[in-house]
């Protein structure tokens, strides 16, 4: 079967909410690409922190060292912690899901506290906890993600994107929307009428929409609030009455491949709804 379209580029975010790495290669776990929000920064209860909150988030940033995270800010002196499977563990809720994650300790929470101001703890996922998507949204199948906001994979078209950015004032960068996986060779806004990807030994579906929040709205080189777009100009195009929200890319499951590399340059093959 010919190729549809081509993996243009892969994106992993280790810290959730932090910067991210584009990587020419990244292997498939059952939760998505391997490390991807794998840590996250909650307050002093254990409720998540995102850039909605705390826009200096998008500052961080955040690199796998082997087995440890290294964390950097403008100013300070990087952090490295290691990913202890032996730290006491605690209870952490992001959205609706409560999970069972390891704390960072003491040292990452002043780390913490220097870099942005606020009481906060870093976590890590616990390698022993289940966090499942939505089965409204995934059906019979079994999907696991991290500390993604729902699903394991975000799917976005290079096409969609430069439609977008042609109705804005100015354009914005593909930073501003976060993907895991972006696809070149599309007609604009094509996914919407995609029903699964092929690339290489790995199957993916999309099932659902990703509804966009003030996240896009937020300078990620500033860590500052940059106006209202591109929300205004997506209410304006893409505004979905039943998730009450204006959407761009969509979020993808796994039926097939974990453990199979992803490569940037692969052929993508895509079947319609």
Same mark, same amino acid.
């Given at each position: 079967?010919?190729?549809?379209a081509?993996?243009?580029?892969l994106?992993?975010?280790?810290l959730?909410?932090?910067?991210g790495?584009?990587?020419?290669? $990244?292997?498939?776990?059952a939760t998505?690409l391997e490390?991807?929000?794998?840590?996250?920064?909650t307050?002093?209860?254990?409720r998540f922190?995102t850039?909605?909150?705390?826009p200096r988030?998008?500052?961080?940033?955040?690199?796998l060292d082997g087995?440890?995270?290294?964390l950097?800010m403008p100013?300070?002196?990087?952090l490295r912690?290691?990913?202890? $499977?032996?730290a006491?563990?605690?209870?952490v809720?992001?959205?609706?899901d409560?999970?069972?994650?390891v704390d960072?300790?003491?040292a990452?929470?002043?780390?913490?506290r220097?870099?942005l101001?606020?009481?906060a703890?870093?976590v890590r996922?616990?390698?022993?906890?289940?966090?499942h998507s939505?089965?409204?949204w995934t059906g019979d199948?079994?999907?696991l *993600?991290?500390?993604?906001?729902?699903?394991?994979?975000?799917?976005?078209?290079?096409?969609s994107?430069?439609?977008l950015?042609?109705?804005?004032?100015r354009?914005?960068p593909? *930073?501003?929307f976060r993907? *895991?996986?972006v696809?070149?060779?599309?007609?604009p806004?094509?996914?919407?009428?995609i029903?699964?990807l092929?690339?290489?030994?790995v199957?993916l579906?999309l099932?659902?929409p990703?509804a966009?929040?003030?996240i896009t709205?937020?300078d =990620?080189?500033?860590?500052? &609030?940059?106006?209202?777009e591109?929300l205004?100009?997506?209410k304006a195009?893409?505004?979905?009455?039943a998730?009450?929200?204006v959407?761009?890319g969509w979020?993808?499951?796994i039926?097939e491949g974990v453990g199979a &590399?992803?490569?940037?340059? =692969? &052929?993508?093959v895509?079947r &319609?709804?």
């Amino acid at each position: 079967m010919n190729a549809d379209a081509t993996l243009a580029s892969l994106h992993v975010y280790p810290l959730k909410s932090a910067r991210g790495i584009q990587l020419p290669a $990244a292997r498939l776990t059952a939760t998505g690409l391997e490390h991807d929000r794998e840590w996250m920064i909650t307050d002093p209860a254990g409720r998540f922190l995102t850039q909605r909150e705390q826009p200096r988030l998008a500052l961080l940033g955040a690199r796998l060292d082997g087995m440890a995270l290294e964390l950097s800010m403008p100013g300070l002196a990087p952090l490295r912690v290691a990913a202890d $499977a032996a730290a006491p563990r605690r209870q952490v809720r992001i959205w609706k899901d409560e999970c069972t994650a390891v704390d960072a300790g003491g040292a990452a929470s002043a780390w913490l506290r220097a870099a942005l101001g606020i009481d906060a703890r870093l976590v890590r996922f616990d390698p022993g906890f289940e966090r499942h998507s939505d089965p409204d949204w995934t059906g019979d199948v079994r999907s696991l *993600n991290q500390f993604s906001d729902g699903f394991p994979i975000l799917v976005v078209s290079r096409a969609s994107l430069a439609a977008l950015n042609a109705a804005l004032p100015r354009p914005l960068p593909l *930073n501003r929307f976060r993907p *895991n996986l972006v696809l070149a060779g599309l007609a604009p806004w094509a996914e919407d009428r995609i029903a699964e990807l092929a690339i290489g030994a790995v199957r993916l579906r999309l099932v659902k929409p990703c509804a966009r929040c003030r996240i896009t709205t937020i300078d =990620q080189q500033s860590g500052a &609030p940059d106006g209202e777009e591109p929300l205004r100009t997506l209410k304006a195009q893409r505004y979905d009455p039943a998730l009450r929200g204006v959407t761009f890319g969509w979020n993808a499951i796994i039926l097939e491949g974990v453990g199979a &590399p992803l490569e940037v340059g =692969q &052929p993508v093959v895509a079947r &319609p709804r």
